[in-house]
Nanobody
Framework: QVQLVESGGGLVQAGGSLRLSCAAS????????MAWYRQAPGKQRELVAR???????NYADSVKGRFTISRDNAKNTVYLQMNSLQPEDTAVYYC??????????????WGQGTQVTVSS
């Protein structure tokens, strides 16, 4: 059994910053890719940023230069540092982690979601 626990969301004014965290615990042999998605009201869930097991990253064009994804493998945790937040960043943010509970098996896990609201 694996659990993902997200934290760090909240209300911030435009131009402000927030840092999201997502910690994985439970039966973990190794962790592959870790990512953040978001879903705004009435819109589809979209990829915000992803970080591979080797540290390679990719970002949605809308957040490049403002958001930074990182991971702490010792803590099984992924972070999303969000700077220069804008009202259009308002959404529920979800972490997504590909976990190997044992060799030769990989499962896809989602966090519970954390609300980020940016006021103008």
């Amino acid at each position: 059994q694996v659990q993902l626990v997200e934290s760090g969301g909240g209300l911030v004014q435009a131009g402000g910053s927030l840092r999201l965290s997502c910690a994985a615990s439970g039966s973990i042999f190794s962790i592959n890719a870790m990512a953040w998605y978001r879903q705004a009201p009435g819109k589809q869930r979209e990829l915000v940023a992803r970080i591979g097991s080797g540290g390679n990253t990719n970002y949605a064009d809308s957040v490049k230069g403002r958001f930074t994804i990182s991971r702490d493998n010792a803590k099984n945790t992924v972070y999303l540092q969000m700077n220069s937040l804008q009202p259009e960043d308002t959404a529920v943010y979800y972490c997504n982690v590909i976990i190997q509970p044992r060799p030769f098996r990989a499962d896809d896990y989602w966090g519970q979601g954390t609300q980020v609201t940016v006021s103008s």
